[in-house]
């Protein structure tokens, strides 16, 4: 696998709530969410083999042109108002001085750790791999079509998070998944297309997008379409093809959308003009150039192991340390 990106907070707030608070430091510090991110660095790192890997970073978790476009979005989270910069997120108080001691580990391991300025972990995923991809673009077809990964290769980027708002990246055919550990990241859904379909009935990374528009996701504050869930929207983006095509198909009154659906399509017209730039990862923030190489060992042993006798870490340490010295080899996603 060339590239995997994970989406850090995701991973140790799953971390925080999966392991117990009774895991301390030796002066009784709470260390479950850092142990725990570390064991998964090292689980992924032996078992999937990236050439490369990034701690793709939330520099901004509530970004404002998400939050002027819907003023919900994730409104319900904020703990403190700022302007003098983001809003603070309510974050458990046994977990907030966790992240800087994440943020230590990451930099004495020489695993890059890269956010942007006004931008979600999302948007640093989606740029990178919108990056990767054009590094890597071989020619099209003579017909168009997207070039196909190459046979037998497997996933070329693999991108880990909790958060489904990411399966809008996969991609068969630029060898893009998601890994998401609904039951752990030791046994992970491994999402392409074809789960896609599966599981959500939409055929594509965008036409996922596009869903989510529809449906909504409670969770970051972004109402949807009243009566409009899952399956329904599933259901009319495959009918008429798209976002675009399903507001065609409400303002005609087409046939294969009832008087309802286009009445509670017109009520959310407001919503329905900004919500595809809210929901869509941005392919663009500003992300600097860094070394995402794989490190073979610690940039800063001393550190290192410093931080591992400070927080008492040593064996989470010891297996990223071990999962380092392996090496890259043939991956391993299936």
């Known amino acids: 696998m060339r590239l995997m990106l994970l989406d850090t907070a995701s991973l140790y707030f799953r971390a925080y709530f999966g392991l117990p608070g009774s895991l301390r430091s030796p002066d009784g510090q709470p260390v479950n969410a850092v142990r725990g991110l570390l064991d998964m660095i090292a689980f992924l790192v032996t078992e999937h083999r990236p050439d490369r890997l990034v701690a793709c970073w939330d520099d901004d978790w509530r970004p404002a042109f998400r939050v002027d476009a819907i003023s ?15 809003d603070v997120e309510e974050v458990p108080a046994d977990l907030v001085p966790q992240v800087p001691v994440i943020v230590e580990v990451l930099a004495a391991l020489g695993i890059a750790r890269v956010g942007a300025p006004g931008f979600e972990a999302d948007d640093v995923i989606g740029t990178l791999v919108a990056r990767e991809l054009a590094a890597g673009a071989a020619p099209r077809a003579d017909d168009g079509a997207p070039p196909a990964a190459p046979s037998g290769a497997g996933p070329q980027v693999a991108v880990v998070t909790g958060d489904r708002d990411l399966f809008q990246l996969v ?24 789960l896609l379909a599966e599981k959500y009935g939409v055929p594509t990374g965008d ?3 596009e869903m989510a528009v529809l449906r909504g996701d409670p969770s970051d504050g972004l109402p949807g379409v009243r009566g409009i869930g899952e399956k329904t929207a599933a259901k009319l983006l495959a009918t008429f093809g798209s976002l675009d095509g399903v507001l065609d198909a409400a303002a005609t009154g087409a046939k294969g959308i009832s008087p309802t659906q286009r009445t509670r399509l017109a009520e959310a017209a407001d919503y329905l003009a900004v919500a595809p730039a809210v929901v869509q990862v941005a392919a663009d923030a500003p992300v600097g150039t860094f070394d995402d190489t794989l490190p073979a060992a610690p940039r800063d042993p001393a550190a290192l192991d410093a931080l591992a006798s400070r927080w008492g870490i040593r064996s989470s340490v010891d297996r990223v340390l071990t999962a380092l010295d392996a090496g890259p080899s043939a991956p391993r996603v299936t």
């Open 207 to 209: 036409a996922y997008a």
């Open 171 to 194: 991609d068969d055919a630029a060898g893009v998944v998601v890994l998401y550990p609904a039951r752990g990241v030791r046994d992970p859904d491994v999402v392409d297309q074809a």
């Open 72 to 86: 919900s979005y994730k409104e319900h989270r904020v703990a403190e108002r700022r302007d003098d910069g983001p």
